[in-house]
C-alpha cells in the first residue's frame, strides 16, 4: 500500500503527532509511507488538521481513499488502539530532535473555551516518561493538558525527578493543583524553557501567585515562571499581564478564537504582540503601544 500524509496545518512546523504514529504503523505493516506530493496516486491518503481556523485543504487529491481527522474537522474520536500504542516516527519530521508523547489523556475541568473535555474526556493514563522517551534525544515535550491532576501522572514526574532528562509540558500545569509536595517535585526536573501554567481569568491571579511561592520555596529558578493568558476582554488580559509581571511571572497572550474558527479582533492581535514581543513590552506601555488601526506603527 502506498500511503500519503498531509499535515494540514503544516507538516514543517509543529510536529503532527497522530501523523507520525499512522506511519510508523503503515512501516511496521510493510507499506510505503511519505508526504503527499501532488504528482503520485496513492492507495490511501491522511489528512489532519489540528485548529479549526486552518484552512481546509483544498487541492485535488489522487488516491483511493482519503481519511481526514482531527480537532479541526471537529472530528474527536482516537486512532485505533493499535496505532495509538505505536511509538511515533521521528523521521518524518527530521527537524524534531525532542521526545513528543502524553503521560495523560483527558481533563478533570471543563472550560467552556476548551475543546479536550469533550474530545478526551476525563484524565486518564496513556504511557510512562520511559515509554515516551526516544534513545537519541535528552530532551521530552509532553503535551498533557492536565498531568498534575492525575496520580499517574504525579508519579511519572515523582520518577523522573534528578534523571538526565530535559523535559518541557508545554500546555501548561493547573496552578490550583501545585502544593509545596508537588512544587517539590517539579522543581527536581530538569526543564528545557519555562515552567508554564494558565491564567485565563482573573481568579487565577492568586492563584498563580501562592503556586509560585511554592515553586520558589522548592527551589525552582523563578526565571522559568511563565503563564498562558488567555484574551477575550483586552482590559482585563491587560490587568492579568501587569499583574504576572510584578508577581514575577512572564506572561505570554493567546487571542481568543471560538470553535467556529472565528477571527481575533484587532485589538487582540496587537494586544499580544505587544505582550510576547519582550523589548516592546518591558519598555512601554500597552497605552503607548502603537498599531495599525490606532495610529502610528508597531513597535
Not at 526516544?134 to 515535550?141: C, F, K, T, V
Request: net charge negative; aromatic share 12%; proline share 6%.
Amino acid at each position: 500500500m502506498k500511503v500519503g500524509l498531509v499535515a494540514v496545518d503544516g507538516h514543517n512546523n509543529f510536529p503532527n503527532l497522530a501523523l507520525m504514529r499512522l506511519s510508523a504503523w503503515h512501516r511496521s505493516q510493510g507499506d510505503q509511507v511519505e508526504w503527499w506530493s501532488g504528482f503520485e496516486h496513492y492507495d490511501r491518503v491522511y489528512q489532519s488538521k489540528v485548529f479549526t481556523f486552518t484552512p481546509d485543504f483544498n487541492s485535488v487529491v489522487n488516491s483511493d481513499e482519503i481519511i481526514t481527522g482531527g480537532t479541526g474537522y471537529r472530528n474527536y474520536g482516537t486512532l485505533p488502539p493499535e496505532v495509538e500504542a505505536t511509538p511515533p516516527d521521528y523521521g518524518i519530521y527530521p527537524q524534531c530532535k525532542k521526545a513528543i508523547g502524553f503521560l495523560t489523556r483527558g481533563c478533570i475541568r471543563r472550560c467552556e473555551y476548551c475543546v479536550v473535555p469533550r474530545k478526551e474526556g476525563d484524565i486518564r493514563p496513556a504511557a510512562t516518561w520511559e515509554e515516551i522517551r526516544r534513545p537519541d534525544s535528552r530532551e521530552i515535550l509532553f503535551l498533557d493538558n492536565n498531568v498534575l491532576a492525575s496520580d499517574f501522572g504525579l508519579e511519572q514526574i515523582d520518577r523522573m525527578g534528578g534523571e538526565p532528562f530535559w523535559v518541557d509540558f508545554n500546555q501548561g500545569l493547573d496552578a490550583r493543583l501545585i502544593t509545596l509536595d508537588t512544587a517539590r517535585m517539579l522543581a527536581r526536573l530538569h526543564w528545557i524553557r519555562f515552567i508554564r501554567m494558565s491564567c485565563d481569568t482573573s481568579d487565577m491571579l492568586p492563584v498563580v501567585e501562592r503556586a509560585a511561592a511554592y515553586l520558589r520555596e522548592a527551589g525552582a529558578a523563578p526565571s522559568r515562571f511563565w503563564a498562558y493568558v488567555l484574551v477575550r476582554d483586552v482590559g482585563d488580559a491587560h490587568q492579568r499581564v501587569i499583574a504576572l509581571r510584578e508577581m514575577g511571572v512572564e506572561p505570554f497572550a493567546q487571542p481568543y478564537r471560538d470553535f467556529d474558527g472565528g477571527e481575533p479582533s484587532l485589538e487582540q492581535r496587537a494586544f499580544a504582540r505587544w505582550v510576547n514581543n519582550r523589548a516592546a513590552f518591558h519598555s512601554c506601555s500597552w497605552e503607548d503601544y502603537q498599531y495599525p488601526g490606532k495610529g502610528g506603527s508597531i513597535l
